[in-house]
């Protein structure tokens, strides 16, 4: 039996228990932590691991996020790393000069704050390339910029009436303008592109897992999945390079939900049949409102432009709650977008009509983001059971929050969102998640705010809305332990999200103890290495230079 010894460091055991100081991993698991690992080294010739001061804790888990998109944004133009509407043109103008034998320019994700209202002109993109088609998905991934020949070619003219779900913003003359908000609208321009290869898309996988693995992540909820993207999900695990723990949700779509739940109890069988460590499919993805920039997050109150009054609900009526019942009966995992106060009241209604209907169960249900929740509705979190699944890293005065979030809310309903310590002092369970890549996917970074609620220049002094500031220990936590717990991998024989004698050993070695570093340097802790099972996944040989408090 191979066995390697970590010591020399803090070995994390979880907020509110003192940290131990080794540990000792044997095929896979971890089998002695402490004292009981320091004796057992001493008694045997075992590989050994000199953590170097640094610190030891369960590795990361992603509980919302889109890794197969995150991998594609490499195929296209760096639009991300782009900081003005010139800069997008040119280096969209600069791919399609590279890449001649491109039909049609797909990119993500731009920055929507860079033009007013985060509406974007077709004629920008003319300018750069006015004979093929391009189609650019915005940071938030609720919205799309297209080029004159996108529109054309997807039928989008004055004609064309505002889809079920979406908006098409026009221009005086009544002109599609050239951005498409929401997924009925972006439907329309991403339905005419060609579909990407699968060859393409396995190695956006690969690309996902790599990224996660060098930021201490082994496990991560794919909150969007359609049926070809279960077909990649299911090759890469029978090619083996997945390399990456990946919990599917399927998404439930209410223009077509009465026909889609015996394919995904199918797509569920599939991949169970697989018996891939790595790989399940036990959820199902609700979008209950739209984003708040996008004036389609469902408020109780209006929204202060006047523009779109309480926003879009997805769902109408009860049919959320019809549709969360008929998941939950198939013994799904309820996952449901939910943004503004209005969309997280309907959440939290289906899933208590589900656990009415059905009885008890070990149900875990999630609601994500959860920007703004009503006061009546923050006890209803921990009296269900439902998991907060919230990405702390927009819990700060960026450029998104203020540009378009802020003057569309108002500046008192703006300060109460994002109340992460409030849900979480209220009992509720709360796990992180990222979002990558609307944000990044990097949990020290969203660490780092959720402890501060500064942005990374340390703005505002003392931070926003701080008294939802979350301890460290807590913080960190809600990014390992809690994600495990919304995995359903906190149990059994061999649990993840904890460090602890009979524990799958997936772990992440930082290079410093967080607890003692600032708010300024909490994100540059270099990650040392990431273990899958015992296996080192990532190693990083150059990452031990301290940072400055």
């Known amino acids: 039996m191979a066995a390697t010894y970590f010591h020399g460091g803090t070995v994390w055991l979880g907020a509110g228990v003192e940290p131990a100081d080794a540990l000792i991993v044997a095929d896979g698991v971890i089998v002695a932590v402490g004292a009981d690992a320091a004796r057992l080294a001493a008694e045997y010739a075992l590989d050994t691991v000199d953590l170097d001061g640094g610190f030891l804790m369960p590795s990361f888990g992603d509980g919302h996020a889109h890794p197969l998109l995150g991998g594609l944004e490499a195929e296209g133009p760096d639009v991300r790393s782009c900081a003005s509407v010139d800069e997008i043109v040119a280096e969209v103008r600069r791919h399609a000069e590279t890449h001649p034998d491109l039909e049609w320019i797909q990119g ?52 064309t009436p505002d889809p079920v779900l979406g908006e098409i913003p026009r221009r005086p003359d009544g002109e599609p303008l050239g951005t498409l908000r929401e997924w009925g609208a972006v439907d329309l321009a991403l339905g005419a592109c060609p579909p990407r290869g699968e060859e393409v898309r396995l190695r956006a996988l690969q690309r996902a897992a790599e990224y ?65 460590p790595l790989l399940s499919a036990r959820t199902v993805k609700f979008f209950a409102d739209g984003v ?72 875990r249900p999630v609601v994500a983001h959860v920007q703004l929740v009503d006061d009546a509705d923050l006890s209803r979190f921990a009296a269900l059971g439902v998991i907060a699944c919230m990405q702390p890293l927009w819990a700060q005065q960026d450029s998104l929050m ?51 609620r500064q942005t990374s220049d340390g703005v505002p002094d003392g931070g926003w809305i701080p008294a939802e500031i979350v301890d460290v220990p ?21 649990p993840r999200g904890r460090i602890a004698a009979g524990a799958t050993a997936d772990l992440v070695w930082l290079a410093h103890d967080p607890r003692d570093l600032g708010p300024g340097v909490f994100a540059a802790n270099p990650v040392r290495a990431t273990f899958l099972a015992g296996t080192v996944a990532y190693k990083n040989v150059a990452a031990a230079s301290a940072p400055t408090r």
């Open 402 to 452: 203020t540009v378009l979030t802020t003057p569309r809310l108002g500046q008192e309903r703006s300060d109460r969102q994002y109340r992460i310590r409030s849900l979480l002092d209220d009992g509720a369970l709360l796990s992180f998640g990222s979002d990558w890549p609307v944000s990044s996917g990097a949990p020290l970074d969203g660490l780092a705010v959720a402890t501060s």
């Open 212 to 276: 996660y693995l060098a930021r201490g992540v082994t496990w991560v909820q794919d909150a969007w999945v359609e049926p070809d993207d279960v077909d990649t999900y299911v090759e890469a695990s029978r090619r083996g390079i997945l390399n990456l723990r990946v919990n599917l949700a399927l998404y439930a779509d209410p223009r077509r939900f009465d026909a889609q739940l015996p394919g995904m109890i199918e797509a569920r069988g599939r991949v169970e049949a697989l018996g891939d």
């Open 292 to 363: 708040i920039e996008n004036e389609t997050g469902a408020l109780l109150e209006p929204y202060c432009s006047g523009l779109h009054d309480h926003g879009m609900r997805v769902w109408e009526g009860d049919s959320l709650a019809e549709a969360v019942r008929a998941v939950d009966a198939a013994g799904f995992q309820i996952h449901i977008h939910a943004i503004g106060d209005a969309a997280v009241r309907q959440g939290l209604d289906a899933i208590e009509h589900a656990a009415r209907c059905n009885g008890p169960r070990d149900r």
């Open 108 to 159: 993500a994700s731009y920055d929507g704050s860079l033009s007013p209202g985060g509406l974007f002109d077709a004629q920008w993109l003319d300018a750069a390339v006015p004979d093929r088609p391009v189609v650019l998905r915005a940071w938030d991934y609720h919205t799309a910029w297209c080029n004159s020949e996108a529109l054309q070619r997807a039928g989008i003219t004055s004609a």
């Open 474 to 494: 807590r913080a960190i936590d809600a990014y390992s332990a809690a994600v495990a717990h919304q995995a359903f991998a906190d149990g059994g024989s061999a």
